[in-house]
């Protein structure tokens, strides 16, 4: 069997698509009657393949989004035809999609489909992504929350299958070694305490304005020397956040670190006092786990698929009262029981997620909807 995997819409493997693409292809279960065949943006060619030696075809178009969706409107079907492929799996199919498939079809969705700023109502894209969700094999969505906000869209729960992200254990574990007074990860050097929130500066949904207005109530309760590190890679709403933090005052305590490496994003997390994550936007919710992996106490927001991917095992705030929010600071610093079972419950919570089940699970959609092969 020969499986065509997609790689646009993955961002060369700067975003979250980009880095759920990477941990799935170094995962995906070496089999003799199974080859792989990665295509997408010619300039992709070696960043998907390096740890995976899959082959890869590259396609010459330009590299903006409006030429990639409307190469999967009008020619990816036939593509996969043409490249014999038993079955597709589109890697950002909240993105990227075709309205008809000749091949049968497994779109991946970790987005909350509502958030994607070309999703608004009723807009072409809207339209025809829809369209590809109604007549694609299989869906693999990353939370139960996905899943719902599809079948509230009509689109059909039974080819709809939750396959929660995997976290890379040998990446994110607690580093108990690292016990000095400032955090050297070149090209920076940070202060401890500090919170931390890491997240791309994409758009109100990250409630990053929200944080830094509960950080500054904190500090002017508490007299705390804690620090914020928002870390994350300038987006749409950079602007907007740079200025919240020109207008704070403790915006000397926070720290915007724009693109931050993700092989070094553990050290950063186990160095903290506290993960914070106010957003409501969350479809994977990865900084939840990749904190409670590296052993820190997680306070998050209740919305989105944050609840069901913290289980029991953060500290909850509504993300839209600032006063509650300060509170779940205050409170995951001061109160050092909470503090000891965050720590210990998250570490054991996040042992659940791993990328070798994400793979095999992922695997087994794909076999399933290359059966269905008329």
């Not at 178009?61 to 589109?90: C, M, N, Q």
């Not at 500066?201 to 109530?217: C, D, M, N, T």
């Not at 904190?218 to 956040?241: E, N």
């Amino acid at each position: 069997m020969l499986i065509g995997i997609d790689t646009f819409g993955a961002d060369h493997g700067r975003s979250g698509i980009g880095l759920y693409l990477l941990s799935l292809l170094s995962k995906l279960p070496k089999l003799d009657s199974i080859s792989y065949e990665l295509f997408g943006s010619e300039i992709d060619r070696y960043n998907f393949t390096t740890s995976n030696n899959f082959s890869f075809t590259g396609i010459s178009i330009p590299d903006s989004v409006l030429s990639e969706f409307i190469w999967h409107l009008t020619r990816a079907s036939s593509f996969s035809v043409k490249r014999g492929y038993d079955v597709t799996l589109y890697s950002a199919g909240g993105r990227f999609l075709p309205t008809n498939f000749k091949v049968p079809g497994v779109a991946v969705v970790n987005d909350v489909i509502s958030e994607l700023p070309s999703f608004n109502q009723g807009s072409f894209f809207a339209k025809k992504i829809k369209k590809g969700f109604m007549n694609c094999t299989k869906i693999i969505v990353a939370s139960q929350f996905i899943k719902k906000e599809l079948v509230s869209m009509s689109i059909n729960p039974e080819k709809i299958e939750v396959i929660h992200n995997g976290i890379d254990h040998s990446l994110f574990y607690p580093r108990t070694e690292l016990t000095g007074d400032v955090v050297e990860i070149k090209p920076f050097a940070i202060k401890r305490p500090y919170f931390i929130y890491a997240s791309k500066l994409q758009g109100p949904a990250k409630k990053h304005v929200e944080l830094i207005r509960a950080f500054s109530v904190f500090k002017k309760k508490t007299g705390l020397p804690h620090r914020l590190i928002l870390a994350g890679g300038a987006g749409p709403y950079f602007d907007t956040v740079h200025k919240e933090v020109m207008d704070s005052p403790y915006g000397s305590d926070i720290f915007l670190t724009g693109f931050f490496p993700h092989e070094n994003l553990s050290e950063l997390y186990s160095c903290a006092d506290a993960c914070i994550v106010p957003s409501v936007g969350e479809g994977v919710g990865m900084p939840v786990l990749e904190a409670m992996a590296s052993g820190v106490p997680v306070a998050c927001a209740k919305a989105g698929a944050l609840p069901e991917i913290a289980g029991s095992n953060a500290l909850f705030f509504s993300p839209d009262d600032i006063g509650s929010m300060a509170d779940a600071m205050e409170t995951i610093i001061l109160d050092k029981t909470l503090r000891e079972k965050l720590h210990a419950d998250g570490i054991a919570w996040a042992k659940r997620f791993s990328w070798e089940k994400t793979a095999s699970k992922t695997l087994e959609v794909l076999c399933q909807a290359a059966k269905t092969r008329k």
